[in-house]
């Protein structure tokens, strides 16, 4: 086992150590590679009595693992019905695992299962196309055959696929995934140099490894990471230990890659073949963001509001730019949301402090954040249930000769009677001071744009510095506000 057993899930063992008293046994059990460097430990979920949330917009389901503690890894979702999630010991986390649940009722009910003949393999992630086919890259601990596992008979039986062959120094599968049922891609870290990635035309039953001329040498020390990849039609993502992100634009034949303003363990996120975010999967608590708006070229380093959580972050297909995180380090467990591409973040109320682990989501903003189960009838996962379609603002500012005011309908339903008002308070001779605009109707994803023209002086030094205050409201009762610092100098506004 590779120090990537704890640091890929975002499983810090420490502090379950301390419940459960094992140090001792997994100082035995794991190299000292595997120890180094960990993410934010995870908050053990309570083994008491389990609260079902009937309200609010996550539900309690159970995953029916009959061994307590059972995390969810990963989450494929193949629609609003078809389901399949990973897990992980949550116990002792060094300790192999080959569980995994599979609904095909949307989450009414689950059926757990482990994979045969797969003993001293982990999970790095799932990959289903329906309820039969389903692709697995399983790591090895001590003397496991590791490689890329694949059923077609629904988990009742599973076979290696050897021409995938992961078995070289270095050797460490890490992501699968299939366009449709002869079309797929996998990637493992660096063997022989270069990153073990493999295409196939035939569903597997052939894996022809892309040539070493066609990927981008990694770093010294550089590998990949378990699970953590994005793809958008024809183009994948996947991100580094080094926060570097490779992309291919053709199914995995060709690559490139670009650093990102993160330094560590990168997984990212894409709404489209443009526009995505990265996060850092190895910060305390809270994440670190990047966003880019040309496929992953180039990087802007995001410095968000409210709580953003580090254990997983995704795109919500469908939606105009919102983004869900969750968490499980203790004292920042939880889920939160973003409708703004992930510069403001909003916490769901209804699963503060709980544990969340990986997601998985579908259109409709139907989908699944992992936890821990109690026992076989009692928890495990969460399911996200939209509530009633409302719109909701987002307010971007931009300055220059004079400044603009973009108000954009990033919610699930059309605004009518949008109005947006100004006001610029603070500095010299400011004229005028007020502006405002309207839009009658405001679609799902549309915009409206109010522009602003002051002339005077606030840079700070005579009075305080302006600030420009926007209000936004519709007549269905939602509003928004927006409050900006700006300095201006005649007709020239410079934001702060």
Same mark, same amino acid.
């Given at each position: 086992?590779?120090?990537?057993?704890?640091?890929?899930?975002?499983?810090?063992?420490? @502090?379950?150590?301390?419940?459960?008293?094992?140090?001792?046994?997994?100082?035995?059990?794991?190299? @000292?590679?595997?120890?180094?460097?960990?993410?934010?430990? %995870?908050?053990?979920?309570?083994?008491?009595?389990?609260?079902?949330?009937?309200?609010?917009?996550?539900?309690?389901?159970?995953?029916?693992?009959?061994?307590?503690?059972?995390?969810?890894?990963?989450?494929?979702? /193949?629609?609003?019905?078809?389901? #399949?999630?990973?897990?992980?010991?949550?116990?002792?986390?060094?300790?192999?695992?080959?569980?995994?649940? @599979?609904?095909?009722?949307?989450?009414?009910?689950?059926?757990?299962?482990?994979?045969?003949?797969? /003993?001293?393999?982990?999970?790095?992630?799932?990959?289903?196309?329906?309820?039969?086919?389903?692709?697995?890259?399983?790591?090895?601990?001590?003397?496991?055959?590791?490689?890329?596992?694949?059923?077609?008979?629904?988990?009742?039986?599973?076979?290696?696929?050897?021409?995938?062959?992961?078995?070289?120094?270095?050797?460490?599968?890490?992501?699968?995934?299939?366009?449709?049922?002869?079309?797929?891609?996998?990637?493992?870290?660096?063997?022989?140099?270069?990153?073990?990635?493999?295409?196939?035309?035939?569903?597997?039953?052939?894996?022809?490894?892309?040539?070493?001329?066609?990927?981008?040498?990694?770093?010294?020390?550089?590998?990949?990471?378990?699970?953590?990849?994005? %793809?958008?039609?024809?183009?994948?993502?996947?991100?580094?230990?080094?926060?570097?992100?490779?992309?291919?634009?053709?199914?995995?034949?060709?690559?490139?890659?670009?650093?990102?303003?993160?330094?560590?363990?990168?997984?990212?996120?894409?709404?489209?073949?443009?526009?995505?975010?990265?996060?850092?999967?190895?910060?305390?608590?809270?994440?670190?963001?990047?966003?880019?708006?040309?496929?992953? /070229?180039? #990087?802007?380093?995001?410095?968000?509001?409210?709580?953003?959580?580090?254990?997983?972050?995704?795109?919500?297909?469908?939606?105009?730019?919102?983004?869900?995180?969750?968490?499980?380090?203790?004292?920042?467990?939880?889920?939160?949301?973003?409708?703004?591409?992930?510069?403001?973040?909003?916490?769901?109320?209804?699963?503060?402090?709980?544990?969340?682990?990986?997601?998985?989501?579908?259109?409709?903003?139907?989908? #699944?954040?992992?936890?821990?189960?109690?026992?076989?009838?009692?928890?495990?996962?969460?399911?996200?249930?939209?509530?009633?379609?409302?719109?909701?603002?987002?307010?971007?500012?931009?300055? *220059?000769?004079?400044?603009? %005011?973009?108000?954009?309908?990033?919610?699930?339903?059309?605004?009518?009677?949008?109005?947006?008002?100004?006001?610029?308070?603070?500095?010299?001779?400011?004229?005028?001071?007020?502006?405002?605009?309207?839009?009658?109707?405001?679609?799902?994803?549309?915009?409206?744009? %109010?522009? *602003?023209?002051?002339?005077?002086?606030?840079?700070?030094?005579?009075?305080?510095?302006?600030?420009?205050?926007?209000?936004?409201?519709?007549?269905?009762?939602?509003?928004?506000?927006?409050? @900006?610092?700006?300095?201006?100098?005649?007709?020239?506004?410079?934001?702060?």
């Amino acid at each position: 086992m590779t120090k990537k057993l704890l640091i890929e899930r975002g499983l810090a063992v420490g @502090i379950i150590l301390l419940f459960f008293g094992a140090a001792v046994s997994l100082t035995l059990v794991m190299p @000292i590679s595997a120890r180094e460097p960990q993410t934010p430990p %995870v908050l053990l979920k309570s083994l008491g009595t389990s609260t079902f949330f009937t309200t609010g917009e996550w539900m309690e389901q159970a995953t029916t693992f009959s061994d307590r503690n059972r995390g969810i890894s990963y989450i494929c979702c /193949v629609n609003d019905s078809i389901v #399949w999630a990973s897990a992980f010991n949550g116990d002792t986390p060094a300790y192999p695992c080959q569980d995994y649940t @599979i609904t095909i009722d949307g989450g009414t009910t689950w059926s757990a299962h482990t994979i045969p003949d797969a /003993v001293n393999l982990y999970f790095s992630m799932i990959f289903a196309l329906d309820a039969t086919s389903a692709w697995a890259p399983l790591y090895a601990h001590q003397n496991g055959v590791m490689g890329l596992y694949c059923t077609s008979d629904g988990g009742n039986t599973w076979m290696r696929q050897e021409s995938a062959s992961f078995n070289l120094l270095g050797s460490f599968p890490n992501c699968v995934h299939f366009w449709d049922a002869s079309v797929g891609w996998c990637m493992g870290d660096p063997a022989d140099g270069y990153y073990e990635i493999y295409t196939t035309s035939d569903g597997g039953t052939t894996w022809v490894r892309v040539p070493s001329e066609n990927i981008p040498d990694p770093l010294q020390g550089e590998y990949g990471l378990s699970g953590s990849y994005c %793809v958008v039609g024809d183009t994948i993502w996947f991100g580094t230990n080094m926060g570097r992100l490779y992309r291919s634009i053709d199914q995995g034949l060709h690559w490139t890659v670009a650093q990102t303003p993160l330094r560590s363990y990168t997984k990212p996120t894409f709404k489209d073949e443009n526009h995505g975010l990265v996060f850092d999967m190895n910060t305390a608590g809270s994440a670190a963001l990047s966003e880019t708006s040309d496929g992953g /070229v180039t #990087w802007q380093k995001v410095d968000f509001t409210g709580p953003c959580y580090n254990y997983d972050l995704r795109y919500i297909p469908g939606t105009v730019n919102m983004y869900i995180s969750t968490g499980a380090t203790d004292g920042a467990s939880g889920a939160s949301y973003s409708l703004d591409g992930g510069h403001t973040w909003t916490q769901y109320a209804d699963v503060v402090g709980t544990p969340m682990l990986s997601l998985g989501f579908t259109t409709g903003k139907i989908g #699944w954040a992992g936890s821990f189960n109690t026992d076989e009838f009692t928890g495990g996962i969460f399911k996200h249930v939209p509530g009633d379609p409302a719109p909701a603002f987002c307010i971007d500012v931009a300055g *220059g000769n004079g400044f603009s %005011v973009i108000v954009t309908n990033v919610g699930d339903t059309t605004a009518t009677d949008v109005t947006c008002d100004v006001t610029i308070e603070g500095g010299l001779f400011i004229k005028p001071k007020d502006f405002s605009g309207n839009q009658a109707t405001l679609g799902i994803g549309a915009n409206f744009t %109010v522009i *602003g023209t002051p002339k005077g002086i606030g840079l700070g030094f005579l009075k305080p510095m302006p600030t420009i205050t926007i209000d936004v409201n519709c007549a269905e009762g939602i509003g928004a506000t927006k409050t @900006i610092q700006a300095k201006i100098f005649f007709s020239k506004v410079t934001l702060q």
